[in-house]
């Protein structure tokens, strides 16, 4: 499928090659949502904590009694992104506005780890913990519109804004382990449960998922040789992403 955009794309303009209107370049990132993962660990902590009250207040005689409360909530994500991107500047080798298509393949992971303890003076207790890890393999394709600044510079800026749709597929496992204690019946109660899903499925479903992407890139590229640079940017790619590559002007 993606052979067939980007021949179809090349095929728009005959005369772009004598031109230099042509990018065609290879990007490597990193992927991770850290600058808002305390905002996600914030709201995953107040929803921990909420559910994890209620479940105790089936056990009136426990909640009823002056207790404390603590939990700890830890998010991670990281991945890694490959790309390759075909780019048009209607204008030639000097200008400015371009259009790009690119085929990505990237791979996603999101870690979850969690407890939570109420305690009474007696003694007695409540507590759970559990961990979760979100695999995802994205293959999507994108269409972006770009701006260099002064492209006839050897090191120029550029921005780039686009969006595209995907396929999904991944992993879901996770487990828990809950412990109940009464001191005054020495009752001790220990549960585990751990489960694995395969994504896949939403493939078979009525519900159907499609990843959109949304992309905001600001970039540097020097010019390494009269056809060869180099290529960084920073951005928003349904989080954040951080890549550089190699881009060749035919």
Avoid: C
Avoid at 143 to 156: E, G, I, V
Avoid at 168 to 186: H, I, M
Avoid at 205 to 218: G, S
């Amino acid at each position: 499928m993606s052979i067939s955009i980007f021949f179809l794309f090349a095929l728009f303009s005959q005369s772009a090659l004598a031109k230099r209107e042509w990018q065609i370049s290879f990007h490597y990132g990193l992927w991770n949502l850290a600058p808002v993962e305390p905002i996600i660990e914030s709201l995953i902590g107040d929803e921990l904590e909420s559910e994890f009250k209620r479940l105790i207040g089936e056990y009136s005689e426990i909640i009823d009694q002056n207790g404390t409360y603590s939990q700890s909530i830890d998010f991670s994500s990281e991945g890694k992104n490959l790309a390759l991107e075909i780019r048009f500047y209607p204008a030639g080798e000097d200008g400015s506005f371009s259009i790009g298509l690119a085929g990505e393949k990237s791979e996603l992971e999101l870690i979850l780890e969690g407890s939570a303890r109420y305690e009474i003076t007696d003694g007695s207790y409540v507590q759970g913990s559990g961990n979760g890890e979100l695999l995802l393999e994205l293959t999507s394709y994108h269409l972006s519109f770009r701006w260099d600044a002064k492209p006839s510079r050897r090191l120029h800026s550029y921005i780039s804004l686009g969006g595209g749709i995907g396929s999904l597929k991944g992993n879901l496992f996770y487990e828990a382990t809950g412990e109940f204690y009464d001191t005054s019946t020495t009752e001790f109660i220990y549960v585990t449960y751990s489960d694995e899903i395969n994504l896949d499925f939403l493939e078979y479903t009525d519900y159907k998922v499609t990843p959109l992407i949304l992309q905001l890139n600001l970039g540097l590229n020097f010019k390494v040789i009269d056809n060869l640079s180099i290529l960084l940017d920073v951005g928003v790619w349904d989080g954040f992403l951080v890549r550089g590559g190699l881009s060749l002007r035919v």
